[in-house]
């Protein structure tokens, strides 16, 4: 079916791969919404609509190689086990792809967490604070507490009549356990600058230009940052407004621009000094980025 943007929380199963084994359904799930999904051994690329609540995706079976991106980035990998989970805060859509790298079944439990119930548990934990309160999105990690949260949930969904006290209640402590463990404070409080601490995106950035001729690495800078990889793609997009990746063409290209009106080199070798050997990949990102070739560039000066 086609991909919409963004979807519900009750919907959000039907556009992953697989056979749903089953679904929350009734008044009782009205702050939680659970699904759990058969997956097949292999899935090439498919597309997860953005949903508003809190999204939790947990390994109950099976273990596999999973890659994710966002908005057509750099893949980023991750091997996932009974027990890893992956916890995405709102945001855009982004694609996925895995295989198995055992051969028994496959099975993922999928949890959203009403934005209502989520805000009640920022209020506890943060108080007066909680509107600069921002969930993190982690992949593949294992949290032994939240397992235990999880699989009392599961094993409500697949009862004929659902309690919405204990859906609830075993909701609540959900959210306040992603409050306390999960969640930091913005720059409202704190005055840092993006998503990231500015001292760490200060760190990181003057790396990048150190090195800006080497070839772009999003584990090491990620390892620099303390981070997994997808979170702190997705961080650093939000301090800067570009992924990592991109960031790093700009400050070549602006690199670029300073050797061509500031020196007598050669194209070939600005290209080379940036980090680029194909003069002609060079050429076509700098027109992309100016719109004029580095020659016509360094005429105007």
């Known amino acids: 079916m086609p991909v919409p943007e963004t979807t519900s929380a009750e919907a959000l199963h039907r556009y992953a791969v697989g056979r749903t084994i089953a679904a929350s359904r ?12 058969a997956l097949p051994p292999v899935a090439e690329i498919f597309t997860m609509p953005a949903v508003t609540e809190p999204f939790i995706a947990w390994t109950t079976a099976g273990e596999a190689e999973t890659q994710e991106r966002e908005n057509g980035g750099p893949w980023l990998t991750s091997r996932v086990k ?3 989970m992956f916890l995405t805060a709102a945001g855009a859509p982004y694609d996925f792809r895995y295989r198995t790298l055992t051969p028994e079944p496959y099975e993922v439990v999928l949890v959203l ?13 943060f108080g007066a604070n909680a509107p600069s309160a921002r969930l993190r999105d982690v992949s593949g990690f294992e949290d032994p507490h939240l397992v235990a949260l999880l699989q009392a949930l599961k094993y409500e969904v697949v009862r004929p009549a659902a309690s919405r006290l204990y859906v609830r209640g075993f909701g609540q402590a959900i959210a306040v356990h992603l409050a306390r463990q999960y969640t930091a404070l913005t720059e409202d409080v ?3 600058t993006s998503g990231l601490p500015g001292f760490k995106l200060r760190r990181i950035t003057d790396w990048m230009a150190e090195h800006l001729a080497e070839e772009f690495c999003l584990a ?21 407004g570009v992924p990592p990746s991109q960031y790093q063409i700009r400050l070549r290209l602006d690199t670029a621009r300073r050797l061509l009106r500031e020196t007598k080199k050669s194209v070939i070798t ?5 980090g680029y050997s194909n003069p002609s990949h060079f050429a076509q990102l700098f027109r992309k980025e100016t719109g004029l070739s580095p020659t016509d560039y360094r005429r105007q000066r």
């Open 26 to 37: 009734g008044p009782a799930w009205r702050d939680v919404q659970l699904s759990v999904l």
């Open 190 to 192: 704190r005055g840092e």
């Open 82 to 84: 009974k027990g890893s």
């Open 113 to 125: 967490l009403s934005v209502p119930l989520f805000e009640e548990a920022l209020a506890e934990v």
């Open 270 to 274: 600005v290209a080379n000094d940036v």
């Open 220 to 240: 090491r800078l990620a390892e620099q940052a303390g981070m997994s990889e997808f979170h702190f793609n997705r961080l650093f997009k939000r301090a800067t």
